[in-house]
């Protein structure tokens, strides 16, 4: 195929992460046809180095956690089994691969072409593939995710990443995670559990900057008491070698004890590098992500963007619901189709697991002033209670009010910590984004006993 003599389609796709697909598929059942430009494994980091492989060594560590309770309510298990982890990378890429099959053959019925090759822009019509095929195309999607970030240090190279988490086979027995972020407490959570000694290093002056402060110190607290050191408002200034481990330098000097594996989760950074971007006018805003508006359109027309690359709320269903609500607008007959990101719930996979929808404390406070009621309760789960471990769950809403009565109450804010939370969150937030009330939860009979229960109880 010549220059003179390209592909033509009404959509080509750059990358086949959970945006890319999602919007593959939608434009495909509008009727699109729907080239999708792909060189790695499909599914993007949520599938091979992020939720799901993720999400599966959390169950694990959760089972660990669980046997121990299981040990104090009177089971013969040992405190702390073995845990055979090249056993169950088997059956997690297993997993795996299934999405990948599952992902072929919904390509494959959908009638998209999907190429194995890298694509660049050659302008805003037109994306030429590694090998040199040239497709032409009335739209273009770019959803090419993101990396994580080495930071610019001495020594950066002696440290792995969360994507060499998952190529791991064992538990090193000591480990030091670097940063504060999601990433940072969700693996410093597993592998605790799974059998590491482990301390992370912060930046910042707790964990979860973007957390509810509230909930974020309740995390710390268990993860204190769980024996994972926290080193907060740390400031790394170098790696250096001692034998085959690794120590970590502050600026201050000090030096730390020495570590078997030292992984960073400073950030991660947009993958726009050598995509034509320049040629095609699309622009990248001042962090280094490809600038969208509320539509996801760049600046040159025709070429859109979602999902990490974008840098907008950078979370698996949020790249999905962005793009299928694009496709929509642009194949679908819905001109006002756009997602709206306010109110996007999030959880954290930490031990136990932590979310949040809606406005902190702080940021409500910030917002509307005398106005805000905050009603809390910090419990023990029955099995936490029954095994007689430390460990309580936080639960919060955050109200705006007119008046001092419930129903004069709108709730803003909701913010868990503890068993379940994960689970509990996601019908609770649809609560919120109808615009419920205090009075609403309050008039829900409670499912009993429940940990879900403690929030139309407040």
Known sequence: MS???????????????????????????????????????L??????????????????????????????????????????????????????????????????????????QRGRLLDARTVETA?????????????TGSRPVRPDLPGAELA????????????????????????AVELAGVLQALGSAVDVYARS????????????????????????GLHLGYDLAALERDGARVRLRADDGARSEPYDAVLLAVGRRANTDDLGLEAAGVALDERGNIAVDARQDTRAEGVH??????????????AIAAARRLMDRLFGGR?????????????????????GVGLTEAQAREAHG??????????????????????????????????????????????????AADEILQGFAVALKMGATLADLRDTVALHPTSAEELVLL
């Open 3 to 41: 220059a003179t003599d390209p592909l033509r389609f009404d959509l080509v796709v750059l990358g086949g992460g959970s945006g890319g697909l999602a919007g593959a598929f939608r434009a495909a059942e509008h009727g699109a046809r729907v080239a999708l430009l792909e060189p790695g494994e």
């Open 43 to 116: 599914g993007g980091t949520c599938v091979n180095a992020g939720c799901v492989p993720k999400k599966a060594m959390w169950l694990a560590a959760d089972l660990a956690h669980r046997v121990g309770h299981a040990a104090a309510l009177g089971f013969a298990v040992p405190p702390r089994p073995a845990f055979g982890w090249r056993v169950f990378l088997t059956d997690r890429q297993r997993y795996i691969a299934g999405i990948h099959q599952s992902y072929r053959e919904r390509l494959d019925r959908a009638g998209i072409v999907w190429m194995p």
């Open 131 to 143: 090998d040199g095929v040239r497709l032409r195309a009335r739209r273009i999607l770019i959803a």
């Open 160 to 183: 792995g990443t969360s994507d060499d988490f998952f190529a791991w086979c064992d538990a090193p027995a000591r480990v030091a995670l670097v940063g504060g972020g999601y990433i």
């Open 205 to 228: 002056p707790r964990l979860l900057p973007n957390a509810d402060a509230e909930i974020a110190e309740q995390l710390q607290e268990h993860y204190r008491q769980l024996g994972t």
């Open 305 to 318: 963007a979602v999902g990490d690359v974008t840098g907008k709320a950078t979370l698996t269903p949020v």
């Open 335 to 355: 001109p006002d189709a756009r997602l709206d990101y306010t109110g996007i719930p999030t959880v954290v996979f930490a031990h136990p697991p932590l979310g």
């Open 370 to 419: 005398e106005r805000v009621r905050v009603y809390r309760t910090r419990f023990r789960p029955m099995l936490q209670a029954l095994a007689d471990t430390s460990l309580c769950s936080l639960f919060k809403l955050v109200c705006v009010a007119e008046g001092e009565a419930p129903a004069q109450q709108r709730v803003v804010g909701i913010h868990l910590i503890g068993e």
